[in-house]
């Protein structure tokens, strides 16, 4: 399985990002898909999470109204649309795969990370 995220970058508080997530090496029917971020000296945080059907979404209190995680189907890309940034989103994203086994909001349900991208919000 590989993961490969793209779309990150320097964006001013209030902009609009949509990072991508290219995912390939096997089909991932019931399967779960997450974005996850990470500060400098922190621990990795849970963003949100879709069920590969795209029946089910799940989002960080933080972010929930704000992002939105799509995936297109057809071509194995997942997304997260990021709107209203602020600085406080500042982070590596990072995006994740695994089997529908427990909590979709820790780290170690998921089996496959990509390297990050970076997102560095301005005020």
């Known amino acids: 399985v590989q993961l490969v995220e793209s779309g990150g970058g320097p964006v001013q508080a209030g902009g609009s990002l949509r990072l991508s997530c290219a995912a390939s090496?096997?089909?991932?029917?019931?399967?779960?898909m997450g974005w996850f971020r990470q500060e400098p000296g922190k621990e990795r945080e849970f963003v949100g999470s879709i069920t590969w059907n795209g029946a089910t979404t799940n989002y960080a209190e933080s972010v929930q109204g704000r992002f939105t995680i799509s995936r297109d189907h057809t071509n194995q890309i997942l997304y997260l649309q990021m709107n209203n940034l602020k600085p406080e989103d500042t982070a590596v994203y990072y995006c994740?795969?695994?089997?529908?086994?427990?909590?979709?909001?820790?780290?170690?349900?998921?089996?496959?990370w990509g390297r990050g991208t970076q997102v560095t919000v301005s005020s």
């Open positions: 994740a795969t695994g089997p529908m086994r427990g909590s979709n909001v820790r780290r170690e349900s998921y089996g496959y």
């Open positions: 090496g096997r089909t991932f029917t019931n399967w779960r």
